[in-house]
């Protein structure tokens, strides 16, 4: 029996920076940011959008395609937990009006969050094959206003079902996992922002790519030449593309040509939405899946990472008519329908955001009609309505 991923929704907010103004306001050649960096955008989120209200927004993209009494498990990663306690998967079950028996909770481990509940979803599906799971990535990522890390920020979230006999990527057997206790990125608990050593992090990535990907190849005999596209975790599109180029430095001509354009096209979204943390791969492979051809049976290997540090290899084969249970032209529209702040208007925007606002004050969306949004808090209890 093959398990894997059946859908994919897609949610980023209403609005974004352009990086050529933050370039410009920040006293930076703007190809730094555009090259150098690699991002031409990203998604800013206001105070009513958050990894709740981006989880349940992306998975109403497919939920009346599927059997809902049918899922046994909701999964969600983040990084931009809302509670210190309660899981954001509680608030999401309640909206998406899941099954009362339905296992539910939240799991953290910074970037590498989504990759974990898919491993879990995975196992549970293969032990209760007529039930489904959803596996939830949702973050903001905020690093401050004028810090080194500001241009990789961004906001968004995937949304995955993970059944039997998957209709777009079936998960292979087998993964090479690294781990080790470092201190790369952080948000301690008294802090709305990260804490990150942008130039070591760099590194560990790569390292721990290099580690897991070569661990992979020894222990499954699969080559480099045999896979469709290589997927990374991108938290900022140059971070994957400087794995890639090691990835593909000793291939033949062919191999390099498609593992390179394949990678182009995994990052197309990547670029304008910014990182998005726990679903920063997701967001590459649904990239993947809508903006280039693969054949079926193709092989598609995914780097997870998430600071801290953990890193996973691990690949999927492309199901025959894929692309028919993709929403290609509604996420590109989901892009294209942000509007562009100022600088000043960013700023006020996150500054504020990152406050909690005040007790009782309801707060209202600028949203699309059906939109989820976070509305306040009403006697410190958190309220989600739908626009
Ligand atoms: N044109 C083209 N490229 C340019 C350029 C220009 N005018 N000016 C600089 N660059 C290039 C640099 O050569 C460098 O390329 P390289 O990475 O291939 O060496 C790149 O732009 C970035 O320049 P750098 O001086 O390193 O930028 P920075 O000190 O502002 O730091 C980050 C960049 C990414 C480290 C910083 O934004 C950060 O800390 N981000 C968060 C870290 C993160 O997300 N880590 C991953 C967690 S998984």
Known sequence: MQVGIDQIGFYTPNKYVDMVDLAHARNEDPNKFLIGIGQNKMSVADQTQDAVSMGINATL????????????????????????????????????????????????????????????????????????AIVIGSDIARYGVNTGGEVTQGAGSISMLIKADPQILAINNGHSSHSEDINDFWRPNDSAVAVVDGKYSKNVYLDFFKQ?????????????????????????????????????????????????????????YGKEVGNIYTASLYLSLLSLLENAKLPANAKIGLFSYGSGAMGEFYSGQIVKGYEKNLHTNADQKMIARRQKLTIPEYEKIFNQALESPQDNLELQSDEQTGTWYFAGTKNRIRQYFQK
Not at 68 to 75: A, D, P, S, Y
Not at 94 to 113: D, H, I
């Open 61 to 132: 993209r497919y939920l009346d395609q599927i059997a809902r009494e049918r899922v046994g498990l909701l999964i969600v990663g983040t990084e931009s937990s809302v509670d210190q306690s309660k899981s954001a998967s509680l608030f999401i079950k309640s909206a998406l009006a899941l099954p009362a028996n339905v296992r539910t909770f939240e799991v953290k481990e910074a970037c590498f969050g989504m990759t974990a509940g898919i491993m879990i979803a995975r196992d549970y599906v293969r032990l209760h094959p007529h039930h489904s």
């Open 212 to 268: 897991t990907f070569t661990a992979y190849r020894k222990q499954t005999g699969i080559k480099t030449s045999d896979f469709t596209a290589l997927l990374y975790h991108l938290p900022f599109v140059k971070m994957g593309f400087k794995a890639n180029e090691w990835a593909i430095t000793a291939q033949d001509e062919k191999t390099k040509k498609h593992l390179t354009e394949n990678f182009t096209a995994a990052a197309r």
